[in-house]
């Protein structure tokens, strides 16, 4: 774990560089451009659309008989909006991870890599295609995941658990595929892979708690459903921040434990046979 904590201090160095900062600034209005339209657009509809889904569900006549139980029934108007967001938030990953992925990755590596590893070789066994094809799969998995654990949100301590949990592995799954991908062979990412899964599924999960803090925004959004808008633009900034850091963080990991990987490789064999 020395080294988790080692690369953590190195990515922090690295994010409050002035070009790092700059980084988060692309993917965000990428983001925020696509998602103001798709607000602007089919908010009410998507509302509207759910309202009448589930007028007739008996789940959700329960939930609002439960609200008119404990005098609450001025929430009742704000079950639907609440839906909608949490079924947009993973949307909102989906596309912050696929812009931070394919506009800020590449410029990681390279800061990183010029920086703090000029004398190591690229051996370039990832793709474009297959950086996409990891960070699609598992993004599926994680949707499903995210709507299956849903109800457990209304539990504070479970929510607190379940979050940074999906945030880790799917930061795991899709930053060290990225962060590989210029300088490892297919071969030494597979090993790497193999040998630091539990120190890169901690330094998932650290990241996932972090990522787990713009979720806690959609609480409120139902409450203040005005600000909306405003609060769609802050949880995005946030998950670009840290899906930048994240990316610094397994960068600096993946290439400091494939420099050692290959300086132990080319050690020689130092255990000779007893002579006869």
Request: glycine letters at 6%; aromatic letters at 10%.
């Given at each position: ?12 160095l690295s994010?409050?560089h002035?070009?790092?900062l700059?980084?988060?600034?692309l ?11 798709a ?13 009448a889904y ?10 609002r ?18 839906m ?11 596309t ?6 394919g506009v ?13 590893y ?7 066994g990832?793709?474009?295609i ?12 994680f949707?499903?995941?995210w ?15 379940v979050?940074?949990l999906?945030w ?7 930053m ?28 998932g999960i ?5 990522g787990?803090?713009?979720t806690?925004?959609?609480l ?14 802050v ?9 930048v850091?994240?990316g610094?963080w397994?960068?600096h990991?993946?290439?400091a ?20």
């Open positions: 774990m020395h080294l988790v904590v080692k690369t953590f201090g190195r990515a922090v994010q409050l002035l070009r790092m700059l980084l988060t600034v993917p965000f209005v990428l983001s925020l451009l696509l998602w103001g339209l607000l602007w657009l089919g908010l009410q509809p998507m509302m509207d659309w759910l309202g589930f007028a007739d569900s008996s789940w959700y006549q329960a939930i008989s439960a609200l008119d139980w404990m005098g609450l029934s001025s929430l009742r108007s704000f079950l639907v909006p609440l909608a967001m949490w079924l947009l938030l993973p949307l909102m990953i989906l912050a991870l696929l812009f931070v992925g800020a990755m590449p410029a990681i590596a390279r800061h990183v890599s010029t920086r703090w000029p004398g190591l070789d690229r051996r370039h990832g793709s474009v297959g950086s996409l094809a990891v960070s699609l799969g598992s993004f599926v998995v949707a499903c995941l709507l299956l654990t849903l109800p457990l949100n209304a539990v504070p301590p479970l929510a607190l658990l979050q940074p999906l880790g592995w799917l930061t795991y799954r899709v060290a595929y990225d962060a590989l991908a210029d300088h490892a062979s297919g071969e030494e990412r597979r090993i790497l892979m193999r040998q630091h899964r539990w120190p890169l599924l901690a330094i650290a990241v996932g708690a972090m787990a803090a713009p806690m925004l959609w409120g959004g139902a409450l203040f459903l005005v600000l909306l808008p405003l609060m769609a633009g949880a995005i900034w946030v998950y670009v921040l840290v899906f850091f994240s610094l397994f960068q990991y993946l290439l434990a494939l420099e050692q990987l290959r300086r132990d490789t080319m050690q020689p064999d130092t255990t000779l046979p007893a002579a006869t």
